[in-house]
């Protein structure tokens, strides 16, 4: 036997014991004859204690432990005289009887602390060493706590979890496919899917009814700060529900989960439509936790001579608390901020609303006191506040002026970890134009149903026929998002024709789907949840990385196993693969 008992478990009570115990040698102190060591392991660590004077040998061996050996010990429980209050067995301690080294360990390249020294791609490359240190250790208990409680309160409501598979069929939706070239048929390809969207509206069809499953999911895309490319979905689906079924069930899994892993009661689950979003925060995924709403300024801008104003579709702004306080320079700063191409403003104007109630702004040629008493008003602006204005064509000015936004929450400190702010966004538009290929794509995927009401427009204005479709917001972050679906073989043969499929494309791609929509599809509907965000999120952390055993790095490359690489000529040759 190993152990009797795990390295956070002893307690005053055990006190006179006899245990042995098997862990990692975390840290070593020697003072006089005595040394202490920390022992580790998943469930904490627990103090030995090697006497010189009693047992000079013994104290010689732990002496001679390196940090990170596995070892193994057996001794007597006793209670400690300084007592350490920030560990759970910091009121006892080991007096070593034996020691035995189970294995040796090199030292490893980076302090296993929490505190590291470790940079991010040292730490990914010994991914298994930086998992020993408990911030990461801790987080992946955590992810498996959310799991679990996803899966109960899932299966108490009659969800059931099916597995569906991972080599399917290439297919568009929205990203890039990875691709699995199959040696049984040569020249032929798998793909790993996106997601199981189009087996879970099956397995409605196949009368389920409720189903989830917590699924990996592959996209190719060119990662983004904070992307993995292959990342877990909380995938659902359900059959006989209206949107207000599917908004209630999430609604009450959200909260669950608030409540449960986090003590957090979050009664208010307030719903906005996608404009009103895109008009009030400029995006359509709003940080509710603080204001600074946007303040539309067309009306009282554009009546002046200042061309840049008067040329811009929206001139739009922003009043930042507090804000008159920055210096001329703080200012130029934030000026130089919003001119980075990553953000891409031409520039900024800004208005200091005084405690006397006057103003100063950088465009005082053009406007009066009566003109910036409006802006103020337009944005909510107070004394000591500063109003940033910038101006342009509205989706770029509003994801600037959202960016900006965004950044002065954080400095602000108004982005608090331990507050939770979830919103439902509904009412997205069908499609989304793409200036690349110059034609619509489903905003969301292709078996998104539109509004009834707008479906007249889907000839005459595509681009604003709303769908059923909607995102779950928490702290602005998208955690979720789903739709009601098309059930009907009619109704998806015409949302194809209109993303510009041919009737041969659309039944090579999707024939199955709608040949199954022939056979008594139910009406149904459903969403699925990023994992890793809502976890990192539920964690009070920004980086999905830290809640991902084993994640890739910026460039899609898992640096521990060294993938990917290049394949052998055998295994191409066999895959009826030339790579030249
Ligand atoms: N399959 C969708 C997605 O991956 C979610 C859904 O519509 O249920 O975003």
Not at 21 to 43: N, V
Not at 64 to 70: D, F, I
Not at 446 to 457: I, L, N, R, Y
Request: hydrophobic share 35%; charged share 30%.
């Amino acid at each position: 036997m190993y152990r009797t008992q795990n390295c956070g478990e002893l307690r005053l009570a055990h006190v006179g014991k006899e245990v042995s115990l098997a862990g990692w040698m975390h840290k070593s102190r020697d003072l006089g004859g005595m040394t202490f060591i920390d022992l580790r392991d998943r469930y904490g660590k627990t103090q030995l204690v090697f006497n010189m004077e009693t047992d000079k040998e013994l104290c010689g061996s732990a002496r001679k432990l390196g940090r990170e050996s596995v070892v193994q010990v057996q001794g007597i429980v006793r209670e400690r005289s300084s007592k350490n209050n920030q560990m759970l067995t910091g009121d006892i301690e080991i007096e070593v009887k034996e020691l035995k080294v189970l294995n040796s360990a090199k030292t490893p390249p980076f302090t296993l602390e929490d505190d590291t020294d470790g940079g991010e791609e040292l730490r990914m490359k010994y991914r298994y060493l930086d998992i020993r240190r408990d911030k990461v250790k801790n987080n992946l208990i955590f992810r498996h706590q959310v799991a679990l409680e996803v899966r109960k309160y899932l299966s108490d409501l009659d969800f059931i979890e099916v597995e569906t598979p991972y080599l399917i069929k290439s297919t568009p939706e929205g990203a890039r496919d990875f691709i699995v070239p199959s040696r049984m048929n040569q020249g032929m390809f798998y793909a790993l899917p996106q997601s199981p969207q189009t087996f879970k509206q099956l397995l409605m069809v196949a009368g389920m009814d409720k189903y989830f499953q917590i699924v990996k999911c592959f996209r190719d895309e060119d990662l983004r700060a904070d992307r993995q490319p292959e990342f877990t979905q909380i995938d659902c689906e359900m059959s006989f529900i209206e949107q207000e079924d599917i908004l209630n069930v999430f609604e009450g899994l959200t909260r669950h989960l608030l409540k449960t892993l986090k003590g957090a009661d979050v009664e208010d689950f307030p719903r906005m439509t996608y404009d009103e979003a895109m008009k009030r925060f400029g995006n359509d995924k709003p940080d509710i936790r603080f204001g600074m709403e946007f303040g539309e300024l067309n009306d009282v801008t554009q009546h002046k001579d200042f061309g840049v104003f008067n040329s811009a579709e929206l001139v739009v702004g922003i009043a930042v608390p507090a804000g008159n306080q920055y210096s001329r320079k703080e200012i130029d700063q934030l000026i130089d901020w919003v001119k980075r191409p990553q953000i891409g403003a031409l520039g900024m104007v800004y208005v200091r609303c005084n405690d006397d109630g006057t103003y100063k702004s950088s465009v005082d040629k053009f406007y009066d006191q009566d003109d910036l008493a409006q802006w103020a008003e337009r944005t909510g602006a107070k004394p000591g506040d500063l109003i940033c204005v910038l101006s342009g064509v509205k989706n770029k000015v509003r994801a600037q002026l959202s960016a900006l936004r965004m950044e002065m929450g954080e400095r602000l400190g108004l982005r608090k970890p331990d507050e939770f702010a979830p919103l439902w966004v509904l009412d997205f538009p069908l499609l989304e134009w793409d200036e690349e290929t110059e034609r619509y794509h489903a905003m969301h995927h292709p078996f998104t149903s539109p509004k009834t009401e707008d479906m007249a427009k889907l000839d005459t204005d595509p681009g604003a026929v709303r769908a059923n479709a909607y995102d779950l917001v928490l702290n602005g972050n998208e955690i979720g998002g789903g739709s009601i679906r098309i059930h009907d073989k009619q109704m998806q043969a015409l949302m194809f024709k209109h993303l510009g499929f041919t009737p041969e494309e659309a039944k090579d791609q999707f024939g199955f789907l709608m040949d199954a929509f022939e056979y008594g599809a139910p009406p149904h509907g459903g969403l699925a949840f990023g994992l890793d965000r809502l976890v990192a999120i539920l964690g009070g952390q920004e980086s999905i990385r830290d809640f991902i055993a084993f994640p890739k790095n910026n460039a899609g490359r898992d640096v521990m196993i060294d993938s990917p690489s290049l394949i052998n000529p055998e295994q191409l040759k066999e895959l009826g693969i030339d790579l030249k």
